[in-house]
């Protein structure tokens, strides 16, 4: 059973830390594209940082580019992001899901067209003073 679990949320003043990981069950992370999404209320989910399958390439919105790091270890199975000087507008339930998409671009396209293999069931991140 293919399985995503997000943990390490929660909620951090603006600058602060957080690491977010992602354990993949049922699956090898690494034979698969996986990146972040996140979801602010009011906004539509969108592409924050994924890893290629193929080349471990990684890519980032421009709004978290020199904050946020995404990264894989292939032992554990696990995803992560660490999220770096933190700010309010980071606020958002975040999302690790895998699918076809090789950057920000056809991240967001593959939301638009639902086409998504899997998602975790996401994570809330509160940056506030």
């Known amino acids: 059973q293919v399985q995503l679990v997000e943990s390490g949320g929660g909620s951090v003043q603006p600058g602060g830390s957080l690491r977010l990981s992602c354990a993949a069950s049922?699956?090898?992370?690494?034979?698969?594209?996986i990146g972040w999404f996140r979801q602010a209320p009011g906004k539509e989910r969108e592409g924050v940082s994924c890893?290629?399958?193929?080349?471990?390439?990684?890519h980032y919105a421009d709004s978290v580019k020199g904050r946020f790091t995404i990264s894989r270890d292939n032992v554990k199975n696990i995803v992560y992001l660490q999220m770096n000087s933190l700010r309010p507008e980071d606020t958002a339930i975040y999302y690790c899901?895998?699918?076809?998409?090789?950057?920000?671009?056809?991240?967001?396209?593959?939301?638009?067209?639902?086409?998504?293999?899997?998602w975790g069931q996401g994570i809330q991140v509160t940056v506030s003073s």
């Open positions: 899901a895998t699918g076809n998409f090789d950057n920000i671009a056809t991240m967001n396209l593959a939301v638009t067209l639902d086409t998504i293999d899997y």
């Open positions: 049922g699956f090898s992370l690494d034979k698969y594209d």
């Open positions: 890893i290629s399958s193929s080349t471990g390439n990684t």
